[in-house]
């Protein structure tokens, strides 16, 4: 068999991170860096990115990574917890949980004053068509006011199944990520991943997650 070798630009990935800045001005960066950067080597990717707003990445251990090796940015945990006694490791290295079922609800509510008090966000899942995660409409909007009550801060999120090709499901998860987040007003909001970003920018929102 051949060897292959992938030689990654650093000068590209931040041309790339710039380029996002430059679409998205009023919203902040979530670099995603989830599974070694999209196997890039996340070391490197880090530091290309550093200009970043925050780090996204699919689970504890990973972003456990990001703090050892020295980057302090805000990481925010895109499957969240996958069991309660991550809870006081995530709150303590500040990383924001995204939570896409129950389990994950009662979990945060027991570490609710740790978890405030930290200053963190809670990233909550709507589950608009790629089926794989999420609260569906209209539980989501219950969860969401629940939270609220509760004194959480919260970013309506939603991942498109399909940004990058013309496809019908784009408009549907579209209508239903702005029926949820007018519903939950005031609330923050994310749903962007790279070709989004490009293609909509009226749904640029609080925080864009390029990949
Ligand atoms: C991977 C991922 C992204 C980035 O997706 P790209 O298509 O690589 O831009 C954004 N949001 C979430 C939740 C992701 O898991």
Not at 75 to 92: Q, R, W
Request: aromatic fraction near 10%.
């Amino acid at each position: 068999m051949r060897q292959a070798t992938v030689y990654i630009d650093r000068n590209a990935i931040q041309y790339n991170l710039n380029r996002v800045k430059q679409l998205a001005t009023n919203s902040k960066i979530v670099s995603m860096v989830k599974a070694n950067a999209y196997g890039h080597g996340i070391k490197d990717c880090l530091a290309a990115l550093n200009a970043s707003d925050a780090f996204g990445v699919a689970c504890l251990q990973e972003g456990l990574e990001i703090r050892e090796l020295g980057f302090q940015q805000p990481v925010t945990l895109i499957e969240g917890v996958f069991s309660e006694d991550e809870m006081p490791i995530a709150i303590k290295q500040k990383f924001e949980c995204m939570i896409h079922h129950q389990q994950q609800f009662e979990w945060l509510i027991k570490h609710k004053q740790a978890y405030i008090n930290q200053g963190l966000k809670v990233w909550v899942k709507l589950n608009s068509g790629m089926n794989r995660l999420g609260f569906k409409n209209p539980e989501i909007i219950e969860v969401i006011k629940t939270l609220k009550s509760e004194g959480f801060t919260c970013v309506l999120a939603m991942h498109f199944a399909n940004a990058d090709v013309d496809h019908p499901l784009n408009e549907q998860q579209k209508q239903q990520f702005l029926q949820v987040k007018q519903a939950c007003d005031p609330v923050l909001a994310s749903c962007c991943n790279s070709a989004a970003i490009y293609k909509w920018p009226e749904l640029h929102f609080d925080y864009v997650r390029p990949g």
